[in-house]
Every structure is written in structure tokens, then in C-alpha cells.
């Protein structure tokens, strides 16, 4: 058996698989595994390092297919890829379709990635930095956080797949020339006006600041997000399917939704309305009488 470790890298499996596939070498001859000062080939038999003899035609849709499948964290992450790079290199391209019951695997695992990606540009909420005035006390933090310039919002993050560095681009068209960072519990990306600089590993710098930042608009919102709450059509179960309930930690209004809940279910859901709505006063609306039209009139003269 030949134990790799790709360090959950695209690019680092893609050589690796490239490798074994010019070898021949069948997919249950291999397993991926991250191991700490292991080397990168541990088998009983000695391999050549040089690349074998085989040459095998990859289609350009299955290198991006194998792409986005790999942001997927789960088990046989990499050995599911290479299973399906080896079928479709022999000839065998059903692989790829989810009609096939590896296809099936991977195409669930392509919706997962993608329904995670949505998560981030849904629920993630950045926060305004305030703005330093001293350019020493600017460039001393710049420093701290290994920036050339200080962001001007950050955002923290929990995803369950490895969609950060593909997903947050969609938030350079979305914030303009201002300077955006997030931090995740494993990698980080930050946006300096120019370019979008990826960090594999989140220094801790990164992390405290983008969890520990306050938000000054902080009070308005959650005033905003509890008035505009509808309890009258509160379905708990489809809402947690759109707003899973492993995000709510996260989001400003999150420690705002069981309350919310709950006293949907013990009255605001009959009522129509949330509760300091329904305890104010109405107002009092005079109208002018109506006044009857000629027709209703029994006293006219025909």
C-alpha cells in the first residue's frame, strides 16, 4: 500500500495522481492520509521517482469537475478523485455521470461544495474597522497582522468544506476597491484592493480580529432584523433547511432566532405579529360620514 499526503492541495494531489498514473498503479494500491514527518511514498515495494511509461488523455471537464469535488472534506476525499481519474484514463468516462454509482458520489459531493459556497455569500456579515488616525499605530497593526495595509472590514467564517478561496471572489465585484478580509478556523483570504491573497493556514492574528471585531451598527440591526420578523409564517423546518442552525452562532441576529421561535409557537404564530408590536396602542382613524348616494335616497322624487 502507498501512503500519500497531499496536505489538502488540488494541485499537490494532481502531481501525485499524475504520477501513480503513469505507474499503473491501481487505486486500491494507494490511500491518502496527512501524517506528520512521514515520507511522501510509504510502501513496501520502492518505486521509481521518475514518471512511468503510461500516458493517459484527461478530458478538460473531468480536471474541473475533480476541482471543485476536491474542496469537499470528508472521508476518501482524495481516493474517490483518483478512483474516478483512473476509471475515465482506461477508457471509461461513465464515471463521470451521475447516473454511475461512483458518478452519483462525486455529483453530491460537486452539490455539496456548491450549496457551502452559497452559505458564504449568504450568511457571512462583515464588520467595519474603525479608521486609525496614526500612520505608526496603522503600519505597527499592519505589521501584527502580516499586511502591507489594514483592512477596512472583516468577516469570520465556519465553513464545512474548503470553499474559501474560490467563494470569496465573489465579494471583490460585490465590495469595490475597499480592502476586505475573512478569516476561517482553517485558512484565511485578504483582499487589498488589487489582488486576493489566500493563506492556507489563518495566522491567529487574522482569526482574533475578524471574531473579536465590534460591530458599531450592531444595536440597529438586530432592532431591524426582530420588527421585521413575520411569526405568522414561521415554519422552523424550512427555515433551518435555507439558515442552518450551525451558522446562527456566527450571524449578529443568531442569539435573536430561538427567542424568536419560541414565542412564535406560544402565541406570535396566531397572533400575526411579534409581541411589542401587538402591546402598542393603535391609532384612532376619523373619517368624515359617508354621504349617501342619490340612488339610496327612498325621499327622491322619481
Known sequence: MIILDCADAFDTWRQQARWLLSHQINPDQVSWSVQQDADLFASDTDYPDEPGPFRARIPLELLELLQNAAQFCGDQRW???????WRVSHGDRTAMLAGDKLGSELHRRLKQVSREAHHLHAFL????????????????K??????SCLPEYVAWHEPAHDILRTAS?????????????????????????????????????????ARNADDPHGNLWLTYYSHIFNPARLNPKVMQGHLPARFWKNLPEGPLIPALISEARTGGQRDGQAREI??????VIRGKPAVPSPAADTNQAP
Open 79 to 85: 481516493t474517490l478523485l483518483y478512483e474516478v481519474l
Open 125 to 140: 456579515r462583515f464588520v467595519a474597522l474603525p479608521v486609525l488616525d496614526n500612520a505608526e499605530d496603522v503600519a505597527a
Open 142 to 147: 499592519a505589521a501584527l497582522l502580516e499586511m
Open 169 to 209: 471572489e465573489h465579494f471583490i465585484g460585490r465590495m469595490g476597491r475597499h480592502r476586505w478580509m475573512i478569516a476561517t478556523p482553517k485558512d484565511g483570504v485578504f483582499y487589498d484592493g488589487k489582488q486576493l491573497i489566500h493563506q492556507p493556514v489563518c495566522p491567529e492574528a487574522w482569526q482574533s480580529l
Open 278 to 283: 401587538a402591546e402598542r396602542r393603535g391609532k
